[in-house]
Nanobody, 115 residues
């Protein structure tokens, strides 16, 4: 079992920045990748960014160049630095951990970007 706890969401004006954190605990030695997904009201959950245990990042086209995913292995924590935020980035952001064949989710943190 893996437990994921997110923090760092909030309200920010368009063009602003936020940093999300996700700390993993439990059977973390078997995690192959972690990432961030988001779900806006009335929409499906979508990929934002992922990072492998080797440090290889992957981004959705909608956030490429604005968001940066990183990890601190010593703290078992993954971060999402979000810059140049837009109102369309408003969503609940969920942390995800992949341990084949299962995936684990955090409880989500709200990010709201006002215009």
């Amino acid at each position: 079992q893996v437990r994921l706890v997110e923090s760092g969401g909030g309200l920010v004006h368009s063009g602003g920045s936020l940093r999300l954190s996700c700390q993993a605990s439990g059977s973390i030695g078997r995690i192959s990748a972690m990432g961030w997904y988001r779900q806006a009201p009335g929409k499906e959950r979508e990929l934002v960014a992922t990072i492998t245990t080797g440090g290889t990042p992957n981004y959705s086209d909608s956030v490429w160049g604005r968001f940066t995913i990183s990890r601190d292995a010593a703290k078992n924590t993954v971060y999402l630095q979000m810059n140049s935020l837009k109102p369309e980035d408003t969503a609940v952001y969920y942390c995800n951990a992949a341990i084949s064949p299962s995936t684990y989710w955090g409880q989500g943190t709200q990010v709201t970007v006002s215009s």
